[in-house]
């Protein structure tokens, strides 16, 4: 089965910085990457995602990037707010999300006023 | 309002005392799914189901069954729960044509 590996666990930046958060997965049929984020205490919600037939995709201050070749994709958020701590989740299917998600274990961001 | 409903949204329970947790959604999608939430572990998935009465294990299906008798429900039932199923738990119904998973908003488990 898939396997989605997550890095870092915890990212602290100053506000206003740039942060990347990256995951890598085993299965090269998967085919769908979404990014949820989960605030404390809150459900996770679809933040973004991207399908293996595109390499990069952006909305607002979030993009996130796709190397199929490589077997990784990477979340990027520009201009850091403090509406941004939260946790962040990385996921991959090749069952086009219905079939369930993988996710990897989160990356918890702080960002430093 | 598109939304996904779970019940209860909290439950301390004992040892081996079945229960039931309910989850409803009302976008008529085919696809619904369950997930555990561990601290450091992230979500992993317990079961889901493709459609009315068609359901397959996730990756941690043991101690846990489903049932899909109707499009807009899909319960979890716990037969006899034990401790390390203390958690908290997530129903998602997701859109076949965008592939979106739609969280319901969670339900923790404590078994003593």
């Known amino acids: 089965g898939e396997n989605v590996e997550q890095h870092p666990s915890t990212l602290s930046v100053q506000e206003g910085d740039s942060a990347v958060i990256k995951c890598t997965y085993s299965?090269?049929?998967?085919?769908?990457f979404p990014w949820y984020k989960q605030e404390l205490g809150k459900r996770p919600q679809l933040i973004i995602d991207?399908?293996?037939?595109?390499g990069e995709k952006k909305d607002q201050r979030i993009a996130v990037t796709l190397n199929k070749t490589a077997k990784h994709f990477s979340l990027h958020i520009t201009e850091t707010q403090p509406e941004d701590s939260a946790v962040y989740f990385c996921?991959?299917?090749?069952?086009?999300?219905?079939?369930?998600?993988?996710f990897g274990k989160g990356t918890h961001l702080i960002i430093q006023p | 309002e598109a939304q996904v409903t779970q019940n209860p949204r909290y439950l301390i329970t004992v040892t081996g005392k079945k229960l039931t947790v309910t989850c409803s959604q009302n976008?008529?999608?085919?696809?619904m799914s369950w997930y555990r939430q561990d601290p450091g572990l992230g979500l992993r998935q317990i079961y889901y189901?493709?459609?009315?009465?068609?359901?397959d294990k996730g990756d941690v299906p043991e101690g846990y069954k489903v049932s899909r008798k109707e499009k807009r429900n899909f319960p979890l039932i716990l037969e006899s729960p034990s401790p390390n199923q203390t958690s908290l738990y997530f129903c998602?119904?997701?859109?076949?044509?965008?592939?979106?998973?739609?969280f319901g908003p969670g339900t923790r488990l404590t078994v003593l």
């Open positions: 996921a991959a299917t090749s069952g086009g999300g219905a079939d369930g998600l993988t």
């Open positions: 299965d090269s049929a998967s085919n769908y």
């Open positions: 991207i399908r293996s037939n595109v």
């Open positions: 976008m008529n999608h085919e696809y």
């Open positions: 189901s493709m459609n009315v009465e068609v359901t």
């Open positions: 998602a119904s997701i859109s076949g044509g965008t592939d979106t998973q739609y």
